[in-house]
């Protein structure tokens, strides 16, 4: 959880410091006034790149008049002994007589485009340190693209739930998308050879040549073949279980907010035949993925379907809905998120490959480092009910440490009632032509 936050030249915002942020923290202002930037700056921090789709990029963040921007934030987490420590099963009284640490964390992105993160006054050189050590939840115009995008949006979606509930992920992606890139670029050279042949240079290959160069492209195709459905068949069961898991939350929240009603439904879609094996996938895919120079089957094609049932027929959400019921939609599938990483399945077993403890644990170790939620312009198109729901669903979540931006203070009162209620820390900021009033 941040505790300070620095930001300077990033976008509008010439200067601004926080000393002491809260639970949740209200930011108001007129438009234009700063307030998205503010909650963009915390994004980049965490991500190294805005969370907007048009307009974010690296020269749109530096601030006309400055070469670089800089934002600097302190985090409040917990040691890595103490998460190395749940991993190994150890018990939980002697994990928690370890001591907080806070993380000062700096990123610095120039003009042309050159990103420096440091922690603690060290170069960082992952960016995955940061964003598994900040894990940001962001709610901002630009999420509709989880319902009406590509898939590319729902699968993104689904990774960072993984991400930070499955120790080993990152290390099966990277393993994935290295087999992956290996297969293609055997399969384009394929293609490029297929093409060759047929022209009058083949004529100058001896036959024995030509066989020979064939056998050799076959052979290494069999081999990054093999390892990629290794890979895949990995990301498939670890992206099953916890799909099937942020479902059910998406159950509870739906039911929370009001679109019960609907019938919402979500299903996944991993990239191949439900009924085959990715080996077997990828075998029966080669010619045409020899034809087109690329890999058409496997994880990188997976898809979430967000439907709902009319007149005993299901239709994709996002063909029917309102915008007003899209946008509780996302919400949903977004605090089903925040709920899943704040132990939201603690009470609930997991199955196969011995995951059920390790996952706990982590789960657990991701609640003790907290999550930032950014809301950015949550009143709009949401009536004052179904913003105190929202307000009493995230207010019960521990661990979750809000920004909430408005342009005036009444049209937030009923998301924030349930926090008073609760006795949480509120904090109110203002913000005006890029500065803290």
């Known amino acids: 959880m941040l505790s300070r936050l620095y930001i300077n030249s990033f976008r509008n915002i010439s200067e601004i410091t926080i000393e002491e942020l809260a639970t949740v923290n209200v930011v108001l202002g007129p438009n234009g006034a700063g307030k998205t930037s503010l909650f963009e700056a915390i994004f980049t921090l965490a991500h190294g790149r805005s969370f907007r789709r048009f307009g974010g990029k690296r020269d749109a963040l530096v601030s006309l ?34 001591s907080w640490v806070r993380h000062k964390i700096g990123l610095s992105k120039s003009r042309l485009g050159e990103t420096r993160i440091k922690r603690n006054g060290a170069a960082v050189k992952r960016l995955s340190e940061i964003t598994e050590l900040l894990p940001i939840i962001a709610i901002n115009a630009d999420t509709f693209d989880l319902l009406s995008g590509p898939p590319q949006e729902r699968r993104s979606f689904l990774d960072w739930s993984v991400f930070h509930v499955e120790h ?49 492209v076959k052979s290494e195709l069999a081999i990054w073949t093999d390892a990629l459905a290794h890979a895949g068949e990995r990301l498939d069961f670890q992206r099953r279980e916890v799909f099937r898991l942020l479902n059910r939350e998406f159950k509870k929240v739906s039911s929370a907010i009001g679109l019960e009603s609907f019938s919402l439904s979500l299903s996944y879609r991993r990239g191949w035949d439900a009924k085959s094996d990715l080996v077997s996938a990828l075998c029966a895919s080669e010619e045409v993925d020899a034809a087109r120079g690329f890999t058409s089957v496997g994880p990188h094609r997976c898809d979430i379907q967000i439907t709902i049932e009319i007149d005993g027929q299901r239709r994709l959400a996002r063909d029917v809905m309102s915008r007003g019921q899209l946008k509780l939609t996302i919400f949903a599938l977004k605090l089903s998120q925040l709920s899943l990483l704040q132990g939201g399945i603690e009470n609930e077993g997991r199955h196969g490959q011995g995951g059920e403890k390790e996952s706990r644990d982590l789960i657990r170790g991701g609640e003790s480092r907290g999550c930032l939620l950014l809301l950015d312009d949550v009143a709009a198109e949401l009536d004052p009910k179904k913003l105190q729901a929202l307000g009493a669903i995230i207010s019960a979540l521990k661990g979750v440490q809000v920004f909430v931006n408005g342009t005036t203070e009444v049209l937030l009162s009923s998301f924030l009632a349930p926090f008073e209620a609760r006795s949480l820390q509120i904090k109110k900021f203002h913000v005006e032509h890029g500065c803290l009033r």
């Open 168 to 216: 080993s992920y990152k290390d099966d992606v990277r393993a994935f998308a290295r087999a992956l890139a290996q297969r293609n670029a055997l399969l384009r050279s394929s293609a490029r050879e297929g093409a060759v042949d047929q022209t009058k240079e083949s004529a100058r290959l001896s036959p024995k040549r030509l066989f020979s160069a064939e056998k050799t």
């Open 65 to 98: 008049s400055a070469e670089q921007l800089i934002v600097y934030g302190e985090a409040i987490g917990v040691k890595q002994e103490r998460l190395s420590m749940r991993e190994a099963g150890v018990a939980d009284d002697k994990v928690n007589n370890l």
